[in-house]
């Protein structure tokens, strides 16, 4: 017997498809009801330890465009001085220091090696999130590693941070990097590597910010001229476009907050 698919379930399969692939955050807005409406700013934030130096080179570029941003630290423990000197430095500088992971380990790495979401927690979050601690620092916010995640192990980490971010892809129980809604605690976030390759996707999200309570999430990784690193020059023009429109630079802690 033969089976006919009608023409319209083949047309709404492809549609939804296309929406699924060009699928624009500012949907979202309508979607569902919120609890914890989203402020209007710009949630900046950068990743891993190796790139210490790099960000020390910034700090004053940083206070002197009252950039406030939040620095994600791994391998808490093993810093040297001069790195324990410069997470300092940017904590006193008004920046938050928040938490990497234990040893910079992929989650989808655990689960691969039929480790459990359980033995993440235990090895990657609890164990560095008390080296942290003993160092002084306390943060209410997580960046996973390479942005691997899921909803089991994001339950676990909410027990001890109260907002975690993701990266663009991987959406599942999360929040979009441009948000009208901060329910959950848990976000994606757009990759400041754009400016390289699609920069109006960064410059489009900052101008729709004007006058809408909304927040975009952006990361990056090491600053500095070398290919692959954030120019700061090109950043200028994140900086420009928000004092234009007087939009605020958010810690990551203050998301998901009254
Ligand atoms: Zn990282």
């Given at each position: 017997m033969r089976t006919n698919i009608p023409v319209y379930v083949v047309l709404l399969l492809f549609v939804s498809t296309a929406l699924g692939t060009y699928?624009?955050?500012?949907?979202?807005?309508?979607d569902h009801n919120c609890n914890q409406l989203a402020h209007q700013g710009v949630a900046l934030s950068f990743d891993d330890s190796k790139n210490l130096n790099g960000w020390n080179d910034t700090r004053s570029y940083f206070t002197q465009n009252n950039i406030t941003a939040t620095f994600f630290i791994d391998h808490w423990g093993h810093h040297t001085n001069e790195q324990s000197n410069i997470i300092k430095g940017l904590h006193d500088d008004g920046h938050e220091i928040g938490f990497h992971g234990s040893?910079?380990?992929?989650y989808a790495d655990y689960l691969r090696n039929n480790e459990t979401a359980m033995s993440y927690y235990e090895h990657e979050i609890l164990s560095g999130t008390q080296l942290m601690e003993e160092a002084g620092y306390e943060s209410e916010s997580f960046a996973y590693p390479m942005g691997s995640r899921d909803v089991v192990i994001d339950a676990l980490v909410l027990q001890n941070y109260s907002v975690l971010r993701g990266i663009r892809?991987?959406?599942?129980?999360s929040n979009s990097w441009s948000t009208f809604c901060e329910d959950g605690g848990v976000f994606r976030a757009l990759s400041l590597?754009?400016?390289?390759?699609?920069p109006d996707v960064i410059y489009d999200e900052l101008h729709q910010l004007?006058?809408?309570e909304r927040t975009l999430l952006l990361y990056g990784h090491s600053i500095g001229d070398e290919p692959g690193e954030l120019d700061l020059n090109e950043f200028q023009n994140i900086v420009d476009i928000m004092g234009e429109s007087n939009i605020p630079w958010l810690k990551m802690s203050e998301l998901g907050h009254e």
């Open positions: 699928w624009n955050p500012s949907f979202e807005k309508y040893n910079h380990k992929k892809w991987n959406a599942h129980g590597a754009l400016l390289d390759s699609e004007s006058g809408e």
